[in-house]
């Protein structure tokens, strides 16, 4: 060996074998020569994967099983990988041979490559099927109050369509107590307005009951009105008429008139006052008149008022 080593030929060989076990090394393949597949094995949890629920549902309600699982899958690293992107399988519950009761059911997941296994997390539900009930109920909807302007007030709501039918096992439409339209929209309410709205069903306590509502969503007519309060008009003459003329007599328009604003605001208003100004004048003439309002006031129907204003010579 040492005789190897001191020849030319001999050191050539050895850097030769120690370079061809790096190139290898490096390149895995003596790790691929131990997968059949040539690729390392892959272990990835896809979550929320959607559970197809198969059963008569003409005839029957299934409670008890989740929308949704995750799903454990091994085996081939590229194909593992693309089914983490694509989802390109599917998990389901067949109960198309059960009739009415309560059920272990076992998940199943279909479309996976042959070198692909999965594992459902959790594997099994707990499942329970009942005869199929139908009724029809009427639909609320309920607009808060913080949602409407300070200056508005709700007048009407009404939900199109105002009833839905709902489906669903004996026990649980027997505990039904309020299908209500939810609504999503929280912005500001100063005007007429229609919202789309979730119906969903609640018993005695609010719990969400687990039914089948058709339709699922209605549309929600809101309708507002402007706060506003009717109050009289006082007014007050001021000035003197022209020398030689009398003032025979003064009239406004509006013996009332509505004032629009808060309600705060319109609990502190009890008239509203004006000022005739006949300083000076000396002929008969009909002139706008200002109102004083507090500045919350956001306005007032009519909205200016006239005096009409009658003089004579003397």
């Known amino acids: ?25 490096v390149n895995d393949v003596f790790e691929n020569l131990f997968n059949d597949d040539g690729e390392n094995p892959e272990s990835q949890m896809i979550e929320g994967v959607p559970v197809e629920l198969q059963y008569d549902k003409e005839n029957y309600y299934v409670s008890g099983a989740p929308s949704e699982v995750n799903v454990q899958l091994f085996g081939n690293n590229s194909n593992v990988k693309r089914l983490q992107t694509t989802r390109d399988f599917n998990v389901s519950l067949d109960l198309r041979n059960r009739d009415v009761g309560e059920y272990e059911e076992h998940f199943t997941v279909e479309g996976l490559p042959e070198n692909v296994t ?14 199929l009930v139908t009724r029809t109920f009427e639909v609320q909807a309920e607009v808060s109050e913080s949602r409407v302007g300070p200056n508005h007030q709700l ?14 096992g004996e026990s649980e439409m ?13 912005s500001r309410i100063t005007e007429d307005r229609v919202e789309e709205a979730e119906v969903s069903v609640f018993d005695s306590q609010f719990n969400k009951l687990d039914v089948r509502i058709d339709p699922t969503d209605v549309r929600v007519e809101i309708s507002v009105d402007e706060r506003s309060k009717e109050v009289p008009v006082e007014f007050e003459v001021n000035g003197e008429v022209a020398e030689g003329h009398t003032l025979e007599d003064v009239q406004l328009n509006y013996e009332n008139v509505t004032v629009f604003g808060s309600e705060e605001v319109l609990a502190n208003i009890d008239s509203v006052n004006v000022e005739v100004n006949v300083d000076g004048m000396e002929n ?3 002139k706008d008149i200002e109102m004083e309002l507090p ?20």
Do not use: C, H
Not at 118 to 131: F, G, K, L, R, S
């Open 174 to 186: 027997n505990r039904i107590q309020y299908v209500r339209a939810t609504l999503n929209d929280s």
């Open 1 to 25: 060996m040492d005789s190897l080593l001191e020849s030319k030929w001999g050191l050539r060989f050895v850097a030769l074998v120690l370079a061809l076990f790096m190139f290898l090394s």
């Open 295 to 314: 500045e919350d006031v956001s306005k007032t129907e009519p909205a200016v008022l006239q005096a009409e204003i009658e003089i004579t010579e003397s």
């Open 118 to 131: 999965a594992e459902v997390v959790p594997q099994t539900a707990n499942i329970n099927i009942q005869d």
């Open 284 to 286: 008969s003439e009909t």
């Open 155 to 168: 007048s009407e709501v009404n939900v199109i369509p105002s009833t839905v039918t709902v489906m669903g």
